[in-house]
């Protein structure tokens, strides 16, 4: 697959949909499966269009329909996910972002303690 770019709002939330799901879905099965209100039918087979031609997503014929099955995983997407938010909300730093989360209350000590363990394993796995 080629590189992976950060995913429009709308694709992504189809994606979360396809993630989610134990099973290959329809396209009336997405309907129901995606939050806020309903899409038109068309928008959303214009989204899943776009995302197979992206090769995030493979199409199999069902009787009348199809059935849709993510080809992307959620952890192969993550991280140009993740680098975008890091670079348009952080400008790239790493300290401006746990900054942030500190200023939620959103670290508990275990938190800082296993972001702690993470990042000095990250060192001795990079000398």
Not at 35 to 41: E, F, K, L, W
Request: net charge neutral.
């Amino acid at each position: 697959m080629p590189k992976i770019k950060r995913l429009p709002d709308a694709e992504l939330e189809i994606m979360n949909a396809l993630w989610n799901a134990a099973a290959p879905l329809t396209a009336a099965e997405l309907e129901t499966a995606l939050p806020g209100p309903p899409r038109a039918r068309t928008t959303l087979l214009t989204l899943l269009a776009r995302l197979e031609e992206k090769g995030c997503v493979n199409r199999e014929k069902q009787g009348r329909g199809y059935l849709y099955t993510a080809t992307l995983t959620r952890s192969e997407y993550l991280p140009a996910e993740s680098k975008s938010v890091w670079h348009r909300l952080f400008g790239g730093s790493p300290r401006s972002f746990v900054a942030a989360l500190a200023e939620t209350d959103a670290l508990t000590d275990a938190d800082i303690d296993e972001l702690t363990a993470y990042l000095e394993k990250l060192k001795k796995e990079r000398k």
